[in-house]
């Protein structure tokens, strides 16, 4: 699933990042890469962007970045 649609409070982990070498490497900075562990602070149903924390990090991105990040449950 896109990490658009991840609700608030869910743990999931990174399975791809679909998108071209620039977001690629854009994501792989934040740690955010296939096997990273997130737990999503505010995303799902709310409006706006997502926040996740990555390690101990928190990370805000567009719904159209995270759109292009899929993932599974924790």
């Known amino acids: 699933m896109p990490l658009s ?14 998108g071209g070498p620039g977001l690629e490497r854009h994501m792989a900075a934040m740690g955010i890469l296939a096997g990273a562990e997130m737990t999503v602070v505010s995303g799902g149903g709310s409006p706006g962007p997502i926040v ?7 990370y805000m ?6 759109h292009r990040v899929f993932v599974r449950p924790r």
């Open 52 to 58: 996740v924390k990555v390690r101990t990090t928190k």
């Open 5 to 18: 649609i991840a609700k608030s409070g869910e743990q999931v982990v990174c399975v791809r990042v679909e």
């Open 61 to 66: 991105l567009g719904r159209g970045m995270a």
